[in-house]
Each structure stands twice: as C-alpha cells, then as structure tokens.
C-alpha cells in the first residue's frame, strides 16, 4: 500500500505468507532508523553496534539517549 512506512508494509507482507519480502521491509526500517539516529557505518550490523555503544534505547515511538 503507497505511502506506508517500512515496518508497515513488512507487517502487511508478513502476514500476508511473504517471508523474504517481509525481511527486506524489516531490513529497510532498521536502515532507516540508523540513518535517522545518524549511524555512518558501511555494514547495518555496524550501524547497530555504533548506535547501541552510544547508549540509545527504545522508548516508545522514538528513539531516546540512555541517562548515563
């Protein structure tokens, strides 16, 4: 469905019997997510690790810095 987010669409595909399409759409919003929190890594593994050594953790619909 246009206009959907990422994660959306992958739920859709999901529930829908379409596995690897499903991936791909959960792959896409992590991506996004890192490039948003501004991750610069090459690899999305990277991204995830240099995200997770700042300290960000989810809280509910953003992304938030952890109190140190």
Known sequence: MAGQTPDKEASRAENAG???LA???YRSAVEELCKVQGATHHTL???IQ???AT???WSGPTWTSSPR
């Open 50 to 52: 240099e995200l997770a």
């Open 23 to 25: 991936d791909v759409g």
């Open 55 to 57: 300290g960000l953790r």
């Open 18 to 20: 379409a596995a690897r």
């Open 45 to 47: 593994h990277g991204k």
